[in-house]
Each structure stands twice: as C-alpha cells, then as structure tokens.
C-alpha cells in the first residue's frame, strides 16, 4: 500500500507565484488535513478536511485554499506564494473520529525565493 | 493558541543510553501522541495514550500519560542508530473541535 502520496517533493517559486500541492490516500480514510513544519514550531494544521465535501480553517489558513476532490484527494493551493511560505508541507489523513491517528505523507519541500 | 513545551529541544547521546523527553502543557488533553520523524520522511505514530495515569510500551520505548493530564513522557531504552530523528509529542484537547496540537520535536542524535 502507498498510504498517503504528496507530489511534487520538491518546488521553488518565485513571489507572486501560483501553485497546487496534490495529496492522495489509498486507505479509504474521511478526514485529510494539510500541516506545515517549520523548524522550531512542530506542525501547524493550515486545513482539514472531516469528510469528502466538507473543509475547514486550522491554526495557520491565511494564504492557502484547499479542494477535497474525492474521498481519496485533498489539494492545497497558494495563489499568491509568499518568502513566509516556505516551510515543508505535510499531508495526513485518518480513518477514525477527527485526528484519530494521523498518517503522514512524506511532505513537500516548498522554497519561495 | 495552545502551546505544547517540548524538552529537550535536542539530545546528543551514545549508542546504548537511555533517552528521556516530556511534554508539559496548560490545558487538559484526553488524548496524548507521540510520533517520529524520519529525515525526508512523515511522522510516525508510535504511541498512543487514551487515559490518564496510563503506561504504554512499544518494545524499547515507554510512554506514560500524566496524572495531572497536562504532561507526557516519552523514554527509549538502550538507544540504537536507528533512533535517530526528531520525536514530536501531540495532545488532543478534551474540549472544542478536538484539536490536535504538537509539540517542537526533541532532536535525537546517537553517536556510535
């Protein structure tokens, strides 16, 4: 099983740049969410997903949108990227109750220079 | 909101210590995580703890949710390389959407 699959791993923008972080889960979980690490700051939830059609605000929203396609699908999308935007973005998802243990994708390493 | 104080920060050991970290919060949690982070990779859950007082092993490592339920700990015994990586402790809060929020990740290097 692939469990959940970020693409791409890697990306450098310029600012004012526009892009789409795609994530998929082949585990039939309901919720998915997007995080960012930065270093010294853990993880901090930007968006999550409970339910196919259903999305909503985490800790840290400002400057992204996300669309949960499908069951399996859950992209996150910076319209306007931003130097404070760079971070590595992880993808989770989970099958239980909301934040039910979270598996992890492998993140996406974003630059914006 | 919520913070979670995570020590160390980072640890430099030989191989065969034992590791100790904690996480302390200001609020409740119901729920205490504990994950590790590969380099280049996801975190992991390792452990998971669902009351308060309760101790959980997963082989070498040991992990115990707080009487006060404001604080967990996480202990590896006779470190091997592979413990290598940054360990993130997590707490759900009892109250609210359920949030789930991490702590700063403690660095475990292992010198052979």
């Known amino acids: 099983n692939a469990g959940v699959t970020q693409t791409p791993k890697f990306q450098v923008l310029k600012t004012g740049q526009s892009m789409t972080l795609q994530c998929a889960q082949d585990m039939n979980h309901n919720s998915m969410y997007w995080y960012r690490q930065d270093p010294g700051m853990g993880l901090r939830l930007i968006y999550y997903s409970a339910s196919e059609g259903t999305t909503d605000k985490g800790e840290v929203p400002n400057g992204y949108n996300v669309s949960r396609l499908n069951k399996r699908e859950f992209s996150l999308r910076l319209e306007s990227a931003a130097p404070s935007q760079t971070s590595v973005y992880f993808c989770a998802s989970s099958g239980g109750p909301l934040y039910s243990p979270l598996h992890f994708g492998n993140g996406t390493r974003l630059t914006v220079t | 909101g919520q913070q979670l104080n995570q020590s160390p920060q980072s640890m430099f050991i030989q191989e065969g210590e034992d590791v100790s970290m904690n996480c302390t919060s200001s609020?409740?949690?119901?729920?205490w995580l504990w994950y590790k982070q590969d380099p280049g990779e996801g975190p992991v859950l390792l452990i998971a703890l669902y009351k308060a007082g309760e101790l959980t092993s997963n082989g070498r490592l040991t992990a115990q949710f707080g009487i006060t339920r404001k604080d967990s700990f996480l202990n590896i015994s006779a470190s091997i390389p592979s413990d290598v990586g940054i360990y993130f402790c997590a707490g759900q809060l009892i109250q609210g959407a359920q949030k789930l929020v991490f702590g700063q990740g403690t660095r475990l290097t292992i010198n052979p």
């Open positions: 609020s409740i949690f119901n729920t």
